[in-house]
């Protein structure tokens, strides 16, 4: 064989190969990684437990909410005693 004949021949041997690796990466790629079905799975779990934590922050809040209610209502119920017998003494 001449040499071109010899080097496009060797050319095309590598250019085959190349494609070929090339080709088994990407499919090794697509098993490796997971589908778009996999993924719109996993965006809705990820968004649930989001979810679920926005929820539990806002019953702690609702829970310190209602005791400090609570603590207002007796504070008042105090002061309107207090204010009930301040009252009944300056009067007799």
């Known amino acids: 064989m001449s040499r071109p004949v010899?080097?496009?021949?060797?050319l095309l041997i590598?250019?085959?190969t190349s494609?070929?690796?090339w080709r088994q990466q990407l499919?090794?790629?697509a098993y490796t990684t997971p589908n778009e079905s996999q993924k719109q799975q996993q965006i809705?779990?990820?968004e649930e437990?989001?979810?679920e934590k926005i929820i539990l922050s806002q019953e702690k809040s609702i829970q310190r909410l209602?005791?400090?209610?609570?603590?207002?209502?007796e504070l008042l119920q105090q002061?309107?005693?207090?204010n009930e017998t301040s009252n009944g003494a300056f009067s007799s």
């Open 79 to 82: 002061c309107q005693r207090n």
């Open 27 to 29: 499919v090794s790629d």
């Open 6 to 10: 010899m080097l496009v021949s060797l």
């Open 14 to 16: 590598l250019v085959i």
């Open 66 to 73: 209602t005791e400090l209610v609570r603590d207002l209502k």
């Open 44 to 46: 809705p779990h990820r």
């Open 49 to 51: 437990g989001v979810k």
């Open 19 to 21: 494609q070929f690796e």
